[in-house]
């Protein structure tokens, strides 16, 4: 067996792959293991790790179908190796260790794997085995961070090394000394300068993953590194610095983690969290094309080089560490704010630019370019809000004024007469983002948003524009009571003139477009209503009022769409449980319930477009019948002596089954909803 494993044929040894799992899993069954099973465990171990390395002709940079098949085997003996970890942990880790010089980060990376940890608790210590294992992975660790594997020239090493770096985060915890030259590494030529793309590509996500997970521990070591800077700037004798190296080494390693936070917050750490910065600089500059140079459909940068040093995604990380390191700092309000508005400035500056471009180019290829440009652009500050959380809001940091600078800028775009519909994306998304992080602070843009998003929308932007909408009543609610009694007429309106307009029977897309700003509509309307905003509805002017119900009434028995008829059939129930026999609703409703909603309850089931054949809209039985019982609860008699000597009559419909109909009502939900199931089923067999 070990034989074919080791076969310099990957085909050969790939068959025998499956053979070794069953020897192996048979082993784990046989503790203890005899001299020889251990041998042959070994010996199959140095084989999975020698059949690991690629071979000379592997092309990292176009990886083809060969390197595809090759990377498939690599998984095969990846599982090899997690099985035979499994098996015998402390056999694993010595061999590992044996073979560190050669394949260190492979093997420590992969260790991850191998040996699982609850929450990558890797490092806890509370047994003698876990303590073990700990001790074995921060040896191995310690090594590799300080060697100088980083500094490897091939890409695939550098790439294996952040990996491994990156996934056992919490090592840092224990070793925070470790922290600087990981940093390093990642701000240097071997990181985000790397020459090559595909590694700044991966590096700038790794980047963003470390920071999050250290960021509170980089902030403690800068801080004992500077101590001790100035300590021995200031000492003269040899055996003081050793005094003061011994002092802070035992700092670090005694002093628990919170009190070291209590201490250090009185360092002046903004220096560091700056030079990170500063060293960023370059890498953040927003990629704007110039209109007379574009190369084959590459957008150049600002330098005018075809090949931008870090792709638009690849910078979002950075922005994301940067909003991540300013706001998480110990620094003041007023300095955080300015350090945001730093990086945000040039920002807005290169959007305006390009904005200013984009109104006066008529290229229609070039015009997509800056469109793709200035969404990038809002991308970025969205990215860097990503550093705010409950706990550090963008209030308690005073980046408000940064944002809605940014903010006032952006919906500039929205007065664009080009490229409109890729711009309200970018402006959409961005807005998205300040309602959760503006908080308060974003209801005087709404009026303006609003208005912008209203002029001559067709139905996509419409309906794109709905959940923003959503987003601010459900944030709001009564709060923002006061703009949407103003804007609900106006909205409504533009919604059903787009919805009513002449459309060309062909343009399925069009409608498939109407389709979706119907159910958007209504649930804007079930979100107002849920949100104890009825009363915008209730003290619009009649005839808008009367529209709105008329359309809920149609959404329920005329559409074929069963998400639109569900949620309209639950607006006629809510609005029936707030404005029956209540001051709060409109005069004339109960009448209205009784002989508009009632009959679209009933109604609906019997018109073509309800597919009984169709789970989803045969389930519409039980909203029906909740929308009845309802009814029937705020209206009792009055209902009952409408349906038997009004309404059923009209119908022509057999007394007994209008008496079995309304005792059905008296039941409770469940029980009505297979009442009518029995209902509707007779009447299609015309019984």
């Not at 002709?57 to 090759?70: K, L, N, S, V």
């Not at 529209?547 to 998400?563: A, F, H, M, R, W």
Request: proline share 4%; hydrophobic share 40%; with cysteine.
């Amino acid at each position: 067996m070990c034989r074919f494993l080791g076969d310099e044929d990957d085909d050969v040894s790939s068959t025998v792959c499956p053979f070794a799992m069953s020897y192996i899993g048979i082993l784990k069954r046989l503790k203890p293991l005899s001299d020889k099973q251990k041998e042959n465990v070994q010996n199959i171990m140095m084989i999975v790790l020698k059949k690991f390395e690629f071979d000379e002709d592997y092309d990292f940079d176009e990886e083809g179908e060969d390197e595809a098949m090759f990377q498939d085997y690599r998984k095969t003996l990846k599982m090899l190796f997690c099985s035979i970890a499994k098996m015998d942990p402390t056999l694993m880790l010595i061999i590992v260790r044996q073979m560190l010089s050669s394949f260190a980060l492979l093997l420590v990376y992969m260790l991850g794997e191998a040996l699982p940890a609850q929450q990558n608790q890797h490092f806890r210590d509370d047994t003698k085995e876990s303590q073990e294992k700990a001790e074995a992975l921060k040896e191995m660790l310690k090594m590799i961070i300080m060697s100088e594997v980083s500094h490897h020239t091939h890409q695939a090493v550098t790439l294996q090394f952040f990996e491994t770096v990156v996934r056992y985060e919490k090592f840092y915890h224990h070793q925070p000394e470790c922290i600087p030259a990981v940093l390093s590494a990642f701000l240097d030529e071997r990181g985000l300068r790397n020459p090559r793309s595909r590694v700044r590509s991966r590096v700038s996500y790794l980047f963003t993953r470390f920071i999050k997970a250290v960021r509170l521990y980089v902030y403690m070591l800068v801080y004992v590194c500077l101590y001790v800077y100035m300590l021995v700037f200031v000492c003269s004798y040899d055996y003081m610095l050793v005094y003061v190296c011994l002092y802070v080494y035992m700092l670090v390693y005694v002093c628990s983690y919170d009190y070291m936070c209590i201490f250090v917050c009185r360092g002046n750490l903004h220096q560091y969290t700056e030079n990170i910065l500063k060293q960023m600089e370059g890498l953040l500059t927003l990629n704007t094309p110039h209109s007379n140079t574009i190369v084959n459909g590459i957008q150049p940068n600002a330098a005018g080089d075809t090949q931008s040093w870090l792709t638009n995604e690849e910078q979002m990380f950075l922005y994301e560490v940067a909003s991540q390191l300013i706001v998480n700092s110990n620094l003041s309000a007023q300095r955080k704010s300015s350090l945001m508005m730093a990086l945000l400035t040039p920002v807005i500056q290169d959007f305006q630019t390009v904005f200013n471009k984009l109104c006066q180019e008529t290229d229609e290829a070039v015009q997509q370019s800056y469109a793709d440009c200035l969404n990038c652009a809002m991308s970025f500050a969205s990215r860097a809000s990503k550093g705010f959380s409950n706990q550090a809001t963008m209030k308690t940091c005073a980046c408000i004024p940064v944002f809605t600078s940014c903010l006032d800028m952006f919906i500039q775009a929205l007065n664009s007469p080009f490229q409109r519909a890729t711009l309200q994306q970018g402006v959409r998304q961005f807005f998205h983002r300040m309602i959760v992080c503006l908080e308060e602070d974003i209801l005087p843009f709404v009026p303006v948003m609003v208005r912008l998003m209203l002029e001559t929308p067709d139905a996509k932007e419409l309906y794109d524009f709905i959940p923003m909408l959503n987003q601010l009543v459900t944030k709001f609610k009564v709060t923002l009571a006061p703009f949407l009694q103003e804007a609900f007429t106006p909205l409504v309106t533009t919604i059903y003139t787009v919805l009513n307009s002449p459309i060309d029977s062909l343009d399925t897309v069009t409608m498939s477009d109407r389709k979706l700003l119907r159910r958007g509509y209504f649930t804007f309307i079930a979100n107002l209503i849920t949100s104890n905003l009825t009363q915008v509805i209730k003290n619009q002017d009649g005839a808008t009022v009367e529209q709105v119900l008329t359309t809920v009434i149609q959404g329920c028995s005329d559409l074929p769409d069963p998400s639109s008829q569900k949620v309209c059939f639950n607006i006629l129930k809510n609005l029936v449980e707030q404005w029956t026999n209540s001051e709060d609703g409109i005069m004339g409703f109960d009448e209205f319930t009784r002989k508009n909603i009632v009959p679209a309850c009933i109604l609906a089931p019997t018109k073509e477009s309800f597919d009984w054949r169709d789970a989803q809209t045969v389930l519409l039985l039980g909203d029906i019948a909740g929308c009845l019982h309802t009814i029937y609860t705020k209206q009792t008699e009055v209902l009952v002596q409408w349906l038997v000597n009004q309404y059923f009559p009209s119908l022509q419909l057999d007394p007994s089954i209008s008496q079995s109909f309304c005792t059905s009502l008296t039941a409770d939900q469940k029980k009505l909803k297979d009442y009518l199931k029995s209902f509707y089923s007779n009447l299609r067999d015309g019984r």
